[in-house]
Protein backbone atom coordinates (compact mmCIF):
# COMPACT_ATOMS: atom_id res chain seq x y z
CA UNK A 1 0.00 0.00 0.00
CA UNK A 2 1.16 3.36 -0.86
CA UNK A 3 2.58 5.27 2.42
CA UNK A 4 0.58 8.15 1.68
CA UNK A 5 -2.77 7.24 0.10
CA UNK A 6 -4.50 10.52 0.72
CA UNK A 7 -1.95 12.38 -1.24
CA UNK A 8 -2.03 14.54 1.68
CA UNK A 9 2.08 15.45 1.57
CA UNK A 10 1.22 17.22 -1.68
CA UNK A 11 -0.71 20.05 0.34
CA UNK A 12 1.97 20.96 2.35
CA UNK A 13 3.91 22.57 -0.93
CA UNK A 14 1.22 24.94 -1.85
CA UNK A 15 -2.60 24.62 -2.87
CA UNK A 16 -2.06 24.60 -6.51
CA UNK A 17 -0.18 20.97 -5.33
CA UNK A 18 -3.45 19.80 -3.30
CA UNK A 19 -5.06 16.96 -4.97
CA UNK A 20 -8.20 15.31 -2.75
CA UNK A 21 -9.06 11.87 -2.98
CA UNK A 22 -11.99 9.97 -3.02
CA UNK A 23 -15.49 10.97 -4.08
CA UNK A 24 -16.37 14.87 -3.87
CA UNK A 25 -18.42 15.02 -0.78
CA UNK A 26 -20.51 18.29 -2.04
CA UNK A 27 -22.58 16.42 -5.13
CA UNK A 28 -20.84 14.40 -8.31
CA UNK A 29 -18.88 16.80 -10.80
CA UNK A 30 -17.92 15.76 -14.00
CA UNK A 31 -14.91 13.72 -14.74
CA UNK A 32 -12.39 15.66 -16.90
CA UNK A 33 -12.62 13.23 -19.31
CA UNK A 34 -16.67 13.85 -19.67
CA UNK A 35 -15.47 17.78 -19.30
CA UNK A 36 -13.02 17.13 -22.48
CA UNK A 37 -15.80 15.47 -24.71
CA UNK A 38 -18.44 18.58 -24.34
CA UNK A 39 -18.76 19.91 -28.03
CA UNK A 40 -19.02 23.03 -28.72
CA UNK A 41 -22.14 24.96 -30.12
CA UNK A 42 -21.01 23.64 -33.68
CA UNK A 43 -20.75 19.70 -32.38
CA UNK A 44 -23.75 20.68 -29.72
CA UNK A 45 -23.59 17.58 -27.37
CA UNK A 46 -24.37 19.81 -24.55
CA UNK A 47 -25.22 23.52 -23.74
CA UNK A 48 -23.44 25.99 -22.04
CA UNK A 49 -24.83 24.89 -18.61
CA UNK A 50 -23.35 21.65 -19.06
CA UNK A 51 -20.05 22.83 -20.66
CA UNK A 52 -17.20 23.04 -17.63
CA UNK A 53 -14.77 24.64 -19.94
CA UNK A 54 -17.06 27.44 -20.56
CA UNK A 55 -18.11 27.28 -17.33
CA UNK A 56 -14.66 28.18 -16.18
CA UNK A 57 -13.88 30.50 -18.36
CA UNK A 58 -17.04 32.16 -17.10
CA UNK A 59 -16.10 31.98 -13.44
CA UNK A 60 -12.69 33.45 -14.62
CA UNK A 61 -14.22 36.40 -16.38
CA UNK A 62 -16.30 37.08 -13.43
CA UNK A 63 -13.05 37.02 -10.97
CA UNK A 64 -10.80 39.44 -13.04
CA UNK A 65 -13.78 41.46 -14.32
CA UNK A 66 -12.60 40.97 -17.82
CA UNK A 67 -15.25 41.69 -20.09
CA UNK A 68 -12.92 39.82 -23.23
CA UNK A 69 -13.76 35.64 -22.85
CA UNK A 70 -10.62 34.77 -24.89
CA UNK A 71 -8.43 36.61 -22.42
CA UNK A 72 -10.15 34.65 -19.34
CA UNK A 73 -10.29 32.01 -21.15
CA UNK A 74 -6.40 32.11 -21.58
CA UNK A 75 -5.83 32.56 -17.31
CA UNK A 76 -8.24 29.77 -16.76
CA UNK A 77 -6.39 27.42 -18.83
CA UNK A 78 -2.65 28.36 -17.63
CA UNK A 79 -4.21 28.21 -14.08
CA UNK A 80 -5.95 24.58 -14.72
CA UNK A 81 -2.12 23.66 -16.68
CA UNK A 82 -0.42 24.56 -13.54
CA UNK A 83 -2.86 22.62 -11.27
CA UNK A 84 -2.12 19.47 -13.32
CA UNK A 85 1.25 19.82 -13.49
CA UNK A 86 1.83 20.98 -10.11
CA UNK A 87 0.33 17.87 -8.59
CA UNK A 88 2.64 15.15 -10.99
CA UNK A 89 5.60 17.12 -10.33
CA UNK A 90 5.39 17.53 -6.89
CA UNK A 91 4.23 13.85 -6.51
CA UNK A 92 7.31 12.92 -8.18
CA UNK A 93 9.73 15.12 -6.05
CA UNK A 94 7.85 13.74 -2.70
CA UNK A 95 7.02 9.92 -3.51
CA UNK A 96 9.00 9.25 -6.40
CA UNK A 97 6.22 8.49 -8.47
CA UNK A 98 3.04 10.01 -9.84
CA UNK A 99 -0.55 9.16 -9.40
CA UNK A 100 -2.64 8.23 -12.39
CA UNK A 101 -4.11 11.20 -13.58
CA UNK A 102 -6.35 9.32 -15.94
CA UNK A 103 -8.83 12.23 -17.24
CA UNK A 104 -11.53 9.27 -16.43
CA UNK A 105 -10.38 9.20 -12.65
CA UNK A 106 -10.28 13.12 -12.00
CA UNK A 107 -13.37 15.05 -11.30
CA UNK A 108 -13.31 18.63 -11.60
CA UNK A 109 -15.56 21.12 -10.41
CA UNK A 110 -15.06 24.15 -12.81
CA UNK A 111 -17.13 26.46 -10.54
CA UNK A 112 -15.04 25.90 -7.62
CA UNK A 113 -11.85 27.36 -6.71
CA UNK A 114 -8.51 25.66 -5.97
CA UNK A 115 -7.58 23.28 -4.37
CA UNK A 116 -11.04 22.16 -4.29
CA UNK A 117 -11.41 21.79 -7.63
CA UNK A 118 -9.92 18.47 -8.45
CA UNK A 119 -10.64 15.14 -6.98
CA UNK A 120 -9.13 11.93 -7.63
CA UNK A 121 -11.35 9.11 -7.54
CA UNK A 122 -8.78 6.31 -7.30
CA UNK A 123 -5.16 6.72 -5.97
CA UNK A 124 -2.82 4.54 -8.04
CA UNK A 125 0.46 5.00 -8.33
CA UNK A 126 2.83 4.87 -11.19
CA UNK A 127 6.65 5.47 -12.26
CA UNK A 128 7.74 8.90 -12.72
CA UNK A 129 8.70 8.15 -16.01
CA UNK A 130 4.98 8.40 -16.92
CA UNK A 131 4.68 11.59 -15.75
CA UNK A 132 5.04 13.21 -19.23
CA UNK A 133 2.36 11.04 -20.97
CA UNK A 134 -0.34 11.39 -17.69
CA UNK A 135 -0.45 14.97 -18.52
CA UNK A 136 0.64 15.69 -22.12
CA UNK A 137 -1.30 13.06 -23.86
CA UNK A 138 -4.15 12.53 -21.10
CA UNK A 139 -4.67 16.69 -20.83
CA UNK A 140 -3.10 18.98 -22.29
CA UNK A 141 -3.92 17.44 -25.92
CA UNK A 142 -7.48 17.05 -25.24
CA UNK A 143 -7.61 20.66 -23.23
CA UNK A 144 -6.19 22.53 -25.90
CA UNK A 145 -8.64 21.05 -28.44
CA UNK A 146 -11.56 21.99 -26.19
CA UNK A 147 -9.93 25.76 -25.82
CA UNK A 148 -9.28 26.19 -29.35
CA UNK A 149 -12.88 25.16 -29.84
CA UNK A 150 -14.71 27.36 -28.15
CA UNK A 151 -12.63 30.51 -27.58
CA UNK A 152 -10.09 29.70 -31.03
CA UNK A 153 -6.78 31.00 -29.17
CA UNK A 154 -3.95 30.05 -31.04
CA UNK A 155 -1.97 26.53 -30.39
CA UNK A 156 1.39 29.11 -29.92
CA UNK A 157 -0.43 30.76 -27.15
CA UNK A 158 -1.73 27.51 -25.67
CA UNK A 159 1.52 25.53 -25.85
CA UNK A 160 3.36 28.78 -23.89
CA UNK A 161 0.85 28.73 -21.36
CA UNK A 162 1.80 24.94 -21.27
CA UNK A 163 5.51 25.77 -20.76
CA UNK A 164 4.99 28.31 -17.85
CA UNK A 165 2.86 26.40 -15.96
CA UNK A 166 5.62 23.96 -15.85
CA UNK A 167 8.57 26.21 -14.91
CA UNK A 168 6.49 27.56 -12.65
CA UNK A 169 5.91 24.53 -10.73
CA UNK A 170 9.25 23.47 -10.76
CA UNK A 171 10.40 26.97 -9.69
CA UNK A 172 7.86 26.53 -6.57
CA UNK A 173 9.42 23.18 -5.85
CA UNK A 174 12.94 24.30 -6.07
CA UNK A 175 11.87 27.12 -3.70
CA UNK A 176 10.39 24.96 -1.21
CA UNK A 177 13.35 22.86 -1.19
CA UNK A 178 15.90 25.62 -0.30
CA UNK A 179 13.51 26.67 2.81
CA UNK A 180 13.08 23.18 3.94
CA UNK A 181 16.91 22.83 3.89
CA UNK A 182 16.17 19.49 1.22
CA UNK A 183 17.81 21.03 -1.73
CA UNK A 184 18.10 17.59 -3.61
CA UNK A 185 13.95 17.57 -4.31
CA UNK A 186 14.68 21.18 -5.77
CA UNK A 187 17.33 19.36 -8.21
CA UNK A 188 15.10 16.85 -8.94
CA UNK A 189 12.19 19.47 -9.74
CA UNK A 190 14.50 21.11 -12.21
CA UNK A 191 16.05 18.28 -13.80
CA UNK A 192 11.88 16.71 -14.62
CA UNK A 193 11.18 20.49 -15.93
CA UNK A 194 13.91 20.47 -18.22
CA UNK A 195 13.60 16.74 -19.62
CA UNK A 196 9.32 17.85 -19.86
CA UNK A 197 9.89 21.10 -21.75
CA UNK A 198 12.67 19.38 -24.03
CA UNK A 199 9.83 17.33 -25.66
CA UNK A 200 8.43 18.56 -29.37
CA UNK A 201 5.23 19.04 -27.57
CA UNK A 202 6.97 21.85 -25.71
CA UNK A 203 9.96 22.65 -27.14
CA UNK A 204 10.36 25.93 -28.48
CA UNK A 205 7.80 27.27 -25.90
CA UNK A 206 10.00 29.53 -23.75
CA UNK A 207 13.52 30.76 -24.83
CA UNK A 208 16.18 28.30 -24.09
CA UNK A 209 18.89 30.96 -22.59
CA UNK A 210 16.08 33.60 -20.95
CA UNK A 211 13.01 31.26 -19.63
CA UNK A 212 11.11 33.43 -21.06
CA UNK A 213 7.93 32.39 -23.22
CA UNK A 214 7.74 33.25 -27.23
CA UNK A 215 3.97 33.70 -26.64
CA UNK A 216 1.74 36.10 -24.31
CA UNK A 217 -1.22 34.79 -22.07
CA UNK A 218 -2.88 37.99 -22.43
CA UNK A 219 -3.34 38.56 -19.24
CA UNK A 220 -1.84 42.61 -19.55
CA UNK A 221 -5.72 42.94 -21.57
CA UNK A 222 -7.14 42.32 -17.89
CA UNK A 223 -8.17 45.62 -16.04
CA UNK A 224 -5.50 46.62 -13.92
CA UNK A 225 -3.09 43.85 -15.25
CA UNK A 226 0.32 43.73 -16.59
CA UNK A 227 2.77 41.80 -18.03
CA UNK A 228 4.13 38.67 -15.87
CA UNK A 229 7.75 37.75 -15.03
CA UNK A 230 8.23 35.35 -18.16
CA UNK A 231 6.38 37.21 -20.83
CA UNK A 232 7.61 37.66 -24.10
CA UNK A 233 6.72 41.32 -23.97
CA UNK A 234 9.01 44.02 -21.86
CA UNK A 235 5.60 46.02 -21.30
CA UNK A 236 2.26 46.02 -22.45
CA UNK A 237 1.19 46.41 -25.64
CA UNK A 238 -0.46 49.33 -27.19
CA UNK A 239 -4.46 48.34 -27.04
CA UNK A 240 -6.13 49.57 -30.07
Known amino acids: MHPDPDLSALGALGGFFVLRTGEPPHGSPPTLAAAYAVRDDRGARAGDGQDPVLLRARKVAETLRTPETRVAA ?53 PVGALGELVREGHLAPLAEAVRARFRLPDGLLRGNAGSALLGAARQLDRRSVADGRTEAGDRARALAAELLAHPALSGALDPVTLRRRSCCLYYRVPGGGVCGDCCFDRPPRRT
Open 74 to 126: SVAHQGFVARLWSVALGAAVVYGRVPDLDPRLLRWDAEAGAPDDLWLTEVRML
